[in-house]
């Protein structure tokens, strides 16, 4: 394409776009604008946006059904995805976030560009996030089926906007939890172990001081996989899912025992292992997908990611036996 390797010397400023838009190389769309802005783009292709329709846990899900109500946020450059499978594989492209009537979007205009854009301040804001990831469940309005804006709002807007913390220097790469060290910073972990009587009682205390959301938060069916055992008997490990444990109807919330928003406390486990003499191994990971029905989920991988990780030696304070 002209005007690629030198975009100083770029083509006519229409030209430019019309050929960025029409220049499709199946799965990627992005190949058209990140022919010239090849940072963005290398980011953008390791992103779980690159992967929202492709991604084999979305497939998964999406399968049996086909329901287009879930279209607009996986594949919004698409309007029916069996008909347009090449629109569909773009997910959640560059033209999703700065195309708006053919003029791209951006923070600021540089009068460089070889195609129109326009100033737009909220493509800073949470104005830009919000339309996918803030919605109700369709038959429960007020029911959060993404929740995080909600969440971050009532945190009082804590860590500023979504882009401080997924956009550092704006990588387009979106890190957030498939990302090691966002999980890692995420939570300040605190383990206990005691005796008590015969058992360790293990007591995990969790505050979400990383975040601006709880933790998790997003999908449903996200949780944290909180697991412990004595050195040495892994086979007799504990763990606890924390996460939305949705009932039936599926948008009816049972339980919510993640671990809340920065300012709206802790969150605190105990498991009780059998045994008293020796130290405790504890692990605490992110999973994602479905556990309620395993099938659809065949063939999937959705190895649970490493949150924290430790040991735990038992407190030697005796309690008096029961
Ligand atoms: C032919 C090369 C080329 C193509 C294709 C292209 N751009 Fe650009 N774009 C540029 C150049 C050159 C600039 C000037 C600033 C710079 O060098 O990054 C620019 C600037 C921008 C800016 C900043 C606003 C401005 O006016 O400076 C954004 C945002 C942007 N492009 C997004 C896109 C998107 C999204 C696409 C695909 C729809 C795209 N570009 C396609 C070359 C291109
Ligand atoms: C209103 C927008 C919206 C709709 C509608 C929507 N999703 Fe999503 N989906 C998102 C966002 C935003 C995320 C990112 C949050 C996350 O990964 O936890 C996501 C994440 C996911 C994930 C990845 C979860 C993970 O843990 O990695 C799957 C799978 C998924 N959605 C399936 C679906 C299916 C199937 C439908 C239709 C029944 C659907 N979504 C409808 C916005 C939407
Ligand atoms: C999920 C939304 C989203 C997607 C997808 C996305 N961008 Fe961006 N982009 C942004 C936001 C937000 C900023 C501003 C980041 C900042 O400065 O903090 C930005 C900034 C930019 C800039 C710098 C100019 C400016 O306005 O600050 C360029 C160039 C750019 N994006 C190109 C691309 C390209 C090329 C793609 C596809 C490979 C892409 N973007 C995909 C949201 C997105
Ligand atoms: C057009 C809809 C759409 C828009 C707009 C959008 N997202 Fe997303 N986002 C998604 C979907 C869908 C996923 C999940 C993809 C998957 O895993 O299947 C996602 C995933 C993510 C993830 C990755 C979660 C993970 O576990 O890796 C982060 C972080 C994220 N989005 C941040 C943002 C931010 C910040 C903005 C605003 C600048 C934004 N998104 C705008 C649809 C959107
Ligand atoms: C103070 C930093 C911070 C801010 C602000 C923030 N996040 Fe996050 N976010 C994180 C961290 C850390 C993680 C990784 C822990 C996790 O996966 O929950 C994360 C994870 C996520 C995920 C993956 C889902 C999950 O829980 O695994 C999504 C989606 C997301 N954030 C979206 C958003 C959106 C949308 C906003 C703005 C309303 C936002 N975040 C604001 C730090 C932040």
């Known amino acids: 394409m002209a005007g690629c390797a030198a975009p100083s010397?770029?083509?006519?400023?229409?030209?430019?776009?019309?050929?960025?838009?029409?220049?499709?190389?199946?799965?990627?769309?992005?190949?058209?604008c990140g022919d010239c802005h090849a940072a963005q783009r290398d980011a953008w292709l390791r992103s779980a946006h690159a992967r929202a329709w492709t991604g084999a846990l979305f497939q998964a899900e999406w399968g049996p059904r086909h329901d287009p109500f879930c279209v607009p946020c996986h594949a919004p450059r698409a309007t029916d995805p069996d008909e347009d499978p090449?629109?569909?594989?773009?997910?959640?492209?560059?033209?999703?976030?700065?195309?708006?009537?053919?003029?791209?979007?951006?923070?600021?205009?540089?009068?460089?560009?070889?195609?129109?854009?326009?100033?737009?301040?909220?493509?800073?804001?949470?104005?830009?996030?919000?339309?996918?990831?803030?919605?109700?469940?369709?038959?429960?309005?007020?029911?959060?089926?993404?929740?995080?804006?909600?969440?971050?709002?009532?945190?009082?807007?804590?860590g500023g906007a979504c882009q401080t913390c997924h956009m550092p220097d704006g990588d387009h790469a979106f890190p957030g939890g498939h990302d090691p060290a966002m999980l890692a910073s995420a939570l300040d972990v605190v383990?206990?172990?005691?005796?008590?009587?015969?058992?360790?009682?293990?007591?995990?205390?969790?505050?979400?001081?990383?975040?601006?959301?709880?933790?998790?938060?997003?999908?449903?069916?996200?949780?944290?996989?909180?697991?412990?055992?004595?050195?040495?008997?892994?086979?007799?490990?504990?763990?606890?899912?924390?996460?939305?444990?949705?009932?039936?109807?599926?948008?009816?919330?049972?339980?919510?025992?993640?671990?809340?928003?920065?300012?709206?406390?802790?969150?605190?486990?105990?498991?009780?292992l059998l045994g008293r003499d020796r130290p405790v191994r504890w692990t605490i990971a992110m999973a994602s997908g479905s556990s309620h029905d395993p099938r659809r989920l065949e063939g999937v991988t959705h190895t649970p990611r490493p949150v924290a990780s430790g040991v735990a030696q038992v407190d030697e304070r005796p309690t008096p036996l029961r």
């Open 9 to 32: 010397a770029a083509p006519a400023p229409e030209a430019g776009l019309v050929e960025a838009v029409e220049t499709v190389e199946p799965p990627w769309h992005a190949r058209g």
């Open 86 to 158: 090449e629109a569909a594989a773009r997910g959640v492209s560059c033209e999703a976030c700065h195309l708006v009537d053919s003029v791209v979007r951006a923070t600021a205009v540089s009068g460089e560009a070889p195609h129109p854009s326009r100033a737009d301040a909220t493509l800073r804001t949470v104005a830009a996030c919000e339309g996918c990831h803030q919605v109700d469940f369709p038959h429960a309005p007020g029911v959060g089926l993404q929740d995080t804006v909600r969440e971050w709002r009532a945190a009082g807007e804590i």
């Open 191 to 272: 383990v206990q172990a005691e005796r008590e009587g015969l058992d360790t009682v293990v007591r995990f205390t969790l505050r979400a001081t990383g975040a601006g959301h709880a933790v998790p938060t997003g999908d449903i069916f996200r949780r944290l996989v909180v697991r412990a055992w004595r050195e040495g008997d892994e086979a007799r490990a504990l763990e606890r899912e924390l996460g939305r444990h949705m009932g039936h109807p599926l948008w009816r919330e049972v339980r919510d025992d993640r671990v809340p928003a920065p300012g709206g406390g802790e969150r605190v486990v105990e498991l009780r």
